[in-house]
């Protein structure tokens, strides 16, 4: 069996915005783009997969089309372990992190969903299955900057079932009055996007250890100032949670070692795929640190991470960021019911695509 064409995909999705103005890098944010694969194989199956864009998604396209899959062209998709570190040993001068590895992270994804699609398995089975039927999401506010638009939006998620929070805010005040707006008992997480220094963190940790937080998510910049990390979590009472800008296996390991996280989120579209993903679950489990995965995605990201979350012998929650799109090829289908994600149970990853959709969507 061969791989006969690798096609990278970018879509703009827009976002359905109601009044609140959501930011992002300093700018309103109207909109997301997403760079998806899909590896079409000579049985005629196609395989989709997705890689970290961002504001970097020129970059993570064009390794997909240029470096990554003249590589995999005429491979045999089966063996994914074999291509995978083919692709690891040819390119780590400059795949350890970054677009080379978010391009890979993508093939890997879409080489499990064509593996779960030939087997005729959901990718949790394929993965070694799963007593449950759902997993509890988390509602991944969307950062406004300003408490009316944050309760609105925290109080409109509640009512929708979800029975976890996420805020993306680092302004003591406006995180106070969401606690208050929440009642004492949801927990309520803390994302800082990398916000602070070191003294100004452990400052903002004392401020907010009265709120009963979950975590406090990269509260440093840089994300790797993984001594600052260890020495945040010696001194705050707060959980501290990072890892989406961890970019492989082997920087985990050395985070676990120094006991610089109390949660860790690695991001399925960035460090390596499924199979990176699945090590780093096992990673952890042997530091007992519990792993929450990054997955604020709408396609196969989020489905890749579902599948992993349900294999996992330890309860997880989901990254679900809270907002909808005007057109979204994936469709409604990855909305939680009652805070809960339904596990996919369609063949692969469960669900593909709207080609008409992603043709309109389409911007390269
Ligand atoms: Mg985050």
């Known amino acids: 069996m061969k791989i006969t064409h690798i096609e990278a995909i970018l879509i703009r999705m827009a976002l359905k915005l109601d009044g609140a103005q959501p930011m992002a890098s300093g700018e309103v944010k109207r909109d997301t783009y997403t760079v998806m694969v899909r ?33 995999c062209i005429g491979r045999d998709p089966t063996q994914i372990p074999d291509l995978m570190h083919s692709l690891y040993r040819g390119l780590f001068n400059c795949g350890r992190s970054g677009p080379i590895v978010f391009a890979m992270s993508a093939i890997d994804i879409a080489l499990w969903d064509l593996a779960g699609k030939r087997a005729g ?6 993965l070694g299955g799963s007593a449950r039927s759902s997993i509890p999401a988390y ?12 309760n609105q939006h925290l109080r409109q998620a509640l009512d929708r079932g979800y029975r976890l929070i996420k805020l993306h805010e680092s302004n003591p005040d406006i995180i106070r009055a969401a606690r208050r707006e929440a009642g004492p008992d949801v927990p309520i997480m803390v994302d800082c996007v990398c916000a602070w220094q070191l003294e100004e963190a452990i400052a903002m940790s004392r401020r907010l250890a009265d709120l009963n937080l979950t975590w406090i998510e990269e509260p440093l910049y840089p994300p790797d100032d993984h001594a600052g990390l260890v020495r945040l979590r010696s001194v705050s009472s707060i959980p501290v949670a990072a890892g989406e800008n961890v970019s492989n296996l082997f920087e985990f390991k050395r985070l676990f070692e120094a006991g610089a996280l109390s949660y860790a989120q690695p991001s399925v579209t960035k460090v390596g795929g499924i199979s990176e993903l699945r090590k780093i679950f096992a990673l952890a489990e042997s530091f007992a640190v519990p792993v929450v995965p990054h997955s604020p995605y709408f396609g196969p990201g989020f489905l890749a991470s579902v599948h992993v979350c349900a294999a996992s012998t330890r309860q997880t929650w989901i990254e679900r960021s809270y907002c909808a799109f005007e057109d979204n090829p994936f469709g409604d289908a990855m909305h939680p019911k009652n805070g809960e994600i339904m596990i996919p149970q369609g063949s692969g990853l469960g669900l593909d695509p709207d080609m008409q959709l992603v043709e309109k969507l389409r911007v390269a």
């Open 39 to 71: 590896v079409d194989t000579d049985d005629g199956l196609s395989g989709f997969g997705e890689a970290f864009a961002n504001t970097g998604w020129m970059a993570t396209h064009a390794a997909i089309k240029h470096v990554i899959a003249p590589r």
């Open 121 to 126: 398995l959901p990718l949790y089975r394929m």
């Open 139 to 150: 509602a991944s506010l969307l950062r406004y900057g300003e408490s009316a638009a944050v």
